[in-house]
């Protein structure tokens, strides 16, 4: 899919998180992948799989613990404070809850105005104009900068999100669970609108998503998740339609289908994911990817 | 197939493991044991009446002839004083506590629980209460009755409740609306029983501390009045000691160093014990 | 045949808000009803109607409607008309409910078993060691491994799918006419959906419960429900068999819904992401 360089490439990604006495939450463990210019990769997974904190460790909201994060040929795992904030203008990320990332009591055209300030790349009218662009954009009456994220429905503040994400012009947005707090039908079309918006501006997309029937309907590549590493990834028809690890099949298996008609026997399973906790001096053993077909790795099970 | 007899659990055993594991509340323990036992059987170890003239005034520990902690302004033995006193300051702050208790966590859990004008008539109740200086208000009712050890107690408890009214309050306020107690309401509990079985014990980590934190201010409130001359004139206590000797601690810093260090002590010994209190009830912190 | 339960035209008010308008349906025995709507719909505030749980903590007011209900005797009442004592002899007992939140709706200062206990001590007038008993052989009903060891756990030592299932196990304990479920699955991790899901439709064949189950997901009313009421702004747009509903929706809205839906499966054979198609619907 991706020609040339990958805008982002991940290698050996960990964060680890020490809880309580000696021991060590492992939440992303040797994650590697790229993300294509232009392209979706959805990362999948259940909670506490890891999918969160590595998008996370990815902008460096978290400091990885080790491993490299190369946006657009720069390492930027290990840049300074300085550097780092011209590069965060490359990348931004959208979160699952629109009210919580708003501030209440200011209108939300300033908030949409504020990272082109802090990135110096407009100020006074300009920046009004240009916020103006941004909600015609993202779907919005530009007349509705003045008002208050209260004014707003969910889509609507999401919307808003998503115009405050790209006003620094970025290559890669990372969306994390960033639809699925909507209803169906606004999450239909904040979807369709972040498809739109991408073919028109060339946009990357990391997808963090619980939702695997959306994640089929939007993105190019899929990566899942199980216990802080990646299990399996390849292009998105080789993981929904010929899946190889055994966590994928069972994830895929148990999505619920929108057709009464398909309606299937569930087992009566009660076995429930380990946690990713482990003591001092032990650690997660690293599973090896092998290719099964050219994009397509899974790991080896034993 | 024979199963074993399935058990509920017990939640009182699990938060006194968890009381247990907290050095400085088991310390607290220690010491409050230590100052109930004193006060309950020392005089039977240490049989001198603390009324009595026993030597001469204002004698110094270690001088020849003076009792372990000295004399006072009158010559009476000061240990004595110390082991008798402390059943006077610590009935009057059980008394007085339990009212708060009883009259504080009452209002506060009806008012928060029912809201609407139950809950407005109750608070304005509560807030006449808290704004009369407590100090003045104890001191007009020991002075408009007589200054008995059960006067004192009711005076202290009377001007001691709002404020447990009043957190009592907000943690119903917050845990009512709270899904559990949807659940409860759900499987067909009364009031009463989700007022006091469901939401109760979830409210009491914070009131048991700020309890014990008034079982000390009682301690404190009491002595404050034995020493202006308030408390029962026939039952000593640390706090009239303190007070009775106010003039002459100059020359004798013994005559309410001892009975000040028995006041810090038990004061003391009560916010321990409501440090681990707290954390015992958590159930987040058990399983560690 | 009489239905078990029967909502006729509903109203229920929040001040000058409607949240339910004139909401009219059937629960019979043994069949699984999902009432399906967005944020907003009214689906929530119809089944606490039911339980009479809007009244209390909040403004909400039961205006209009009856909701008729067979009792255990055969007797029908009018669950609106019954005063507060009448009706907790029925919560829990004949009509019980589970909630969305399993992490918070269980009381987090009791052990799990207690509380189960709890409600058949209440309901049922059991002694402890038989309430113990029953509360071992509900955790069993419901999967639970190692139930022994399990019913001494306090809720933040167990997983969120343990949690919901300890719900249904103190739901179904009092052998209830009719399940009420709302959202039971929504926070719950997919595979563990499953699971509960699976759970669920094999307790309704065990048990013989109505099952009234209120969500947003077209896919958990597609894998549980018999038939199908859709809500929108307090409202009943569409009622009917969930085939029916799916496969012929008839009203706009149900089909504006069911456009946004994204189902798994629908991009077999396509190499590139594709927009949702959807309907417009004016509201």
């Known amino acids: ?302 | 197939m024979a199963a074993a007899q399935p058990e509920l659990g017990s939640p009182g055993r699990q938060a006194l493991r968890m009381f247990l594991r907290n050095r400085a509340a088991v310390f607290g323990l220690v010491l409050l044991s230590g100052i109930v036992l004193m006060t309950l059987f020392g005089s039977f170890f240490y049989d001198q009446d603390p009324t009595r003239i026993i030597a001469r005034p204002l004698q110094g520990p270690g001088e020849d002839g003076a009792p372990a902690f000295g004399t006072d302004y009158l010559g009476r033995d000061v240990l004595a004083g110390v082991v008798n006193g402390g059943s006077t300051s610590l009935t009057v702050a059980l008394v007085a506590v339990f009212l708060v208790v009883v009259i504080g966590v009452t209002i506060g859990a009806l008012a928060g629980y029912y809201g609407g004008w139950i809950d407005t008539l109750l608070m304005r109740f509560t807030e006449v209460f808290q704004v009369l200086p407590a100090l003045l208000f104890a001191m007009v009712i020991v002075a408009l009755f007589e200054p008995s050890t059960r006067t004192v107690a009711i005076a202290i408890g009377l001007a001691s409740w709002p404020g447990t009214a009043r957190l009592t309050r907000a943690e119903f306020l917050r845990l009512k609306n709270l899904e559990f107690v949807k659940a409860a309401r759900a499987v067909g509990a009364s009031d009463f029983r989700i007022i006091w079985r469901v939401i109760f014990p979830n409210a009491l980590p914070p009131l048991i501390v700020s309890i014990t934190l008034i079982m000390g201010a009682a301690i404190l409130f009491e002595s404050g009045l034995a020493f202006l001359g308030l408390g029962d004139p026939n039952a000593q206590s640390w706090g009239q000691m303190i007070g009775l000797n106010r003039q002459t601690f100059l020359n004798g810093w013994w005559t309410v160093t001892f009975p000040g260090l028995a006041i810090f002590s038990t004061v003391l010994s009560f916010s321990l014990i409501g440090d681990g209190l707290q954390d015992a009830f958590n159930p987040k912190l058990r399983g560690r | 045949m009489e239905p078990l339960l029967s909502v006729r035209d509903l109203t229920v008010t929040f001040g000058s808000f409607t949240a339910v308008d004139g909401v009219s349906f059937d629960l019979h025995e043994g069949q699984t009803l999902a009432v399906v709507g967005e944020s907003g719909s009214g689906k929530s505030v119809t089944a606490l109607s039911i339980m009479r749980l809007v009244e209390l903590g909040t403004r909400g007011k039961i205006e209009n409607g009856e909701i008729l209900f067979r009792q255990p005797g055969g007797e029908v009442i009018d669950l609106v008309q019954q005063r507060e004592d009448d009706m907790r002899k029925i919560r829990g007992n004949a009509i019980s409910m589970i909630f969305q939140e399993p992490l918070t709706s269980l009381n987090p200062v009791y052990p799990v078993g207690d509380q189960v206990a709890e409600a058949v001590m209440l309901h049922q007038g059991l002694e402890k060691a038989e309430a113990a008993e029953r509360v071992l052989e509900m955790f069993r009903l419901v999967r639970i491994p190692e139930p022994e060891k399990r019913m001494v756990q306090y809720p933040h030592e167990m997983s969120g799918g343990m949690r919901q299932r300890v719900m249904i196990a103190m739901a179904l304990s009092c052998d209830p006419k009719v399940l009420i479920a709302d959202e039971p699955t929504t926070a719950l991790d997919v595979t563990i959906q499953a699971q509960i899901l699976g759970l669920m439709r094999d307790l309704r064949e065990q048990t013989g419960a109505a099952v009234l189950i209120i969500t947003h997901d077209m896919g958990v009313v597609a894998e549980v429900a018999d038939d199908v009421v859709v809500m929108n702004r307090a409202k009943v747009v569409e009622h009917g068999p969930a085939v029916d509903i799916f496969e012929n929706p008839a009203e706009p809205y149900t089909q504006a819904l069911l456009a946004s839906v994204p189902r798994l499966g629908s991009m077999q054979g396509r190499s590139e992401p594709a927009p949702f198609e959807l309907v417009e619907y004016d509201s």
Not at chain 1, 108 to 131: F, S, T
């Open chain 1, 1 to 302: 899919m991706s020609a040339g360089t990958p805008l982002v490439e991940v290698r050996d990604l960990c964060k680890h998180f020490p809880v309580g006495a000696g021991a060590t939450v492992h939440a992303v463990e040797n994650v590697s992948l790229q993300v294509g210019r232009g392209e979706t990769l959805a990362v999948v997974g259940e909670s506490g799989c890891g999918k969160s904190t590595l998008a996370h460790t990815m902008i460096r909201l978290h400091e990885p613990t080790s491993g490299q994060v190369v946006l657009d040929g720069v390492d930027i795992s290990g840049l300074g404070n300085r550097a780092l904030r011209e590069h965060r203008a490359k990348m931004q990320i959208i979160f699952q809850d629109p009210f919580a990332s708003l501030d209440p009591r200011r209108p939300v055209g300033r908030a949409v105005a504020e990272p082109l300030l802090i990135h110096k790349i407009a100020k006074g009218p300009d920046a009004d104009e240009q916020v103006a662009d941004l909600f015609t954009r993202v779907g919005l009456e530009p007349d509705m900068m003045r008002q208050f994220p209260h004014q707003f429905s969910g889509g609507q503040r999401q919307r808003v999100c998503i115009a405050r994400a790209l006003a620094t012009r970025p290559e890669l947005v990372i969306a994390d669970e960033a639809v699925s707090a909507l209803d169906v039908s606004i999450q239909a079309q904040v979807i369709n609108l972040m498809m739109e918006l991408q073919s028109e501006l060339g946009l990357s997309y990391l997808f963090i998503s619980h939702d695997l029937a959306v994640v089929e309907r939007m993105s190019h590549r899929v990566a899942v998740m199980y216990l802080g590493q990646i299990v399996e990834i390849g292009p998105r028809s080789a993981i929904f339609e010929n899946p190889q690890h055994s966590y994928t099949q069972r994830l895929l298996d148990a999505v619920p289908i929108a057709d009464p008609r398909a309606r299937r026997d569930r087992p009566l399973l009660t076995d429930e994911i380990p946690s990713p906790v482990w003591a001092a001096g032990t650690s997660p053993e690293r599973v090896e990817l092998r290719e099964v077909a050219p994009g397509h790795l899974v790991a080896a099970e034993g």
